[in-house]
Structures are given as C-alpha cells and as structure tokens.
C-alpha cells in the first residue's frame, strides 16, 4: 500500500512539474512564415521590423494618407497576423488603417509568448508605426481601435487597459485563462498556470476609466471557449453589446458573422 502511495504521489508530482514548465508550449501554438510568404507580400501592405524580427503589419487607408482611425487586430491562438490581411481589405475605407499585431515566436517575431511580452511587442510595434508615419506615439494612439478573436481578445484588453481606444470589439472571448485551465486540466492543477490573462479584470478597468463602444461577439457552438464566458464578460456593464452568431463555431464565427463584425466596427 505504502508503495501505491508513493507512487501516486511521484506521478502527480511529475504531472504537476510537466504542466508547469510545459504550459507555454500547452498554451500558445505558433506558426512560422515560409521565406516566400516575406518576400511576396499582398500589394499596399508593410511589414514592420524590429531588428530581426517581423513585429506586425500595416496597412494603410485606401486613399493612402494617415489614419484617422487605426484597428489593431490581434489574432487568436495557432495563427498569424498576415492571416488577417484579407480581413483588413474587406474594410477598406478613407482614413481607415490596420495594424496586424504580431505576438513573440509567432510568424516571424522572435521571443517569447507572455501575457507582459506581448503587450510590449504591441507597445514597440505601434511606436515603430508611428515613427514610420512621422507621428508621435501619443497621438496615434489615440486613434487607435481594437479587435481581438480569442487569446487576440485578451491581448487587445490588456493593451486597452492600459492605453484607453476608440472602439472595442472582442470575438469569442474567454473570461480568464485560470479559467480556461481549469475546464482543460482541473483544479488544482490550474493553481500552476503563469500565463494569468484576466479579462474580467481588465474589462472592468476599462469601464471604470471609460469603457468606449463594446462588442461581444461569440458563436452559439463554440466548443473551445463556451459562449457564456462572453455573457460573462458582456454583463460587466449594460453599455456593452452582446452578438450571437447562430451557428457559429470557435473559428468560423469570423466569416458567419462578418456583418455583425462590420457594425460592431461601426462601418
């Protein structure tokens, strides 16, 4: 019996250490570019460079000045920013520009994934737009709105937490990853996780500062992040709109609700 114990104890020691210290590569599911994808890049559209490192991609309104309105998308987890440029093209319009935020080790970006780096890299990189544009950092921010699909959300709340934006949209949110843990490993194993975004936190930070136009959009058939985390999040304040796409998965809720995106864009 002694000896059952023991082990018992070892495996779950051994699980928790391989959560632990494995949780990044758990969490987060990066995809590199192909050389040919870097060097073919769509027309009108600029990548931005930080050394070594592809940190995102702009592109500019449709008459080619400076924006008057700037989206920053934030991609969901397993993609890339310059998977989004088709996105950033359907809504083309006068004054309206798009920054694709790149995270740390996706794409071409060195480093790694945190919560901390890539907010920074989200700093750095619309810093870096704003000196290619002969602009303070300052006053393109102000301009600057935000949408985010899954991790992408959280990303875009805790910059906007930060950083107060025009609009924001969040698609298929979570409400925390301690959440999110605990629904894939259980407690108390969720206890381990490093990686602690918490949109209920920042969400709320933003209402309290001044929550601009917010969205939520979820799919009723979300099977990775379940829609009532996103009425979690849209009953934190009663200025906030929730949109339910019928139908609508974890990923294709994108193309099933592209209208319903456009409005809570407000175009």
């Known amino acids: 019996m002694f000896v059952v114990i023991v082990s018992v104890i070892v495996g779950v020691a051994l699980l928790a250490l391989a959560l632990f210290f494995g949780q990044t590569s758990m969490i987060y599911h990066p995809r590199p570019y192909t050389t040919a994808q870097l060097n073919m890049l769509p027309t009108g559209l600029q990548a931005l460079r930080s050394g070594d490192s592809v940190v995102g991609f702009y592109r500019a309104p449709s008459d080619g000045a400076q924006p008057q309105q700037l989206w920053l998308i934030f991609g969901g987890n397993a993609d890339v920013a310059l998977g989004w440029d088709d996105f950033a093209k359907q809504h083309s319009y006068v004054g309206v520009g798009y920054l694709l935020i790149e995270y740390p080790s996706f794409g071409a970006h060195l480093g790694k994934p945190t919560p901390a780096s890539i907010l920074s890299a989200t700093e750095q990189t619309i810093a870096l737009l704003a000196k290619e544009l002969g602009m303070e950092t300052v006053e393109l921010q102000k301009r600057c709105r935000a949408l ?103 990923n294709d809720v994108i193309e099933l609700g592209a209208v319903e995106i456009r409005l809570a864009m407000g175009f």
């Open 148 to 250: 985010g699909h899954s991790l992408g959300a959280a990303s875009a709340l805790q910059y906007a937490a930060l950083h107060p934006v025009q609009r924001l949209v969040l698609i298929s949110p979570f409400t925390t990853m301690k959440a999110m843990a605990k629904r894939t490993a259980g407690w108390p194993l969720c206890e381990l996780l490093t990686h602690r975004f918490d949109n209920q936190k920042c969400l709320q930070e933003i209402i309290t500062t001044g929550l601009p136009p917010t969205s939520v959009i979820h799919g009723d058939r979300d099977h990775f992040i379940p829609i009532n985390m996103g009425h979690d999040l849209a009953t934190m304040d009663q200025r906030i709109q929730m949109v339910i796409i019928s139908g609508g998965d974890h």
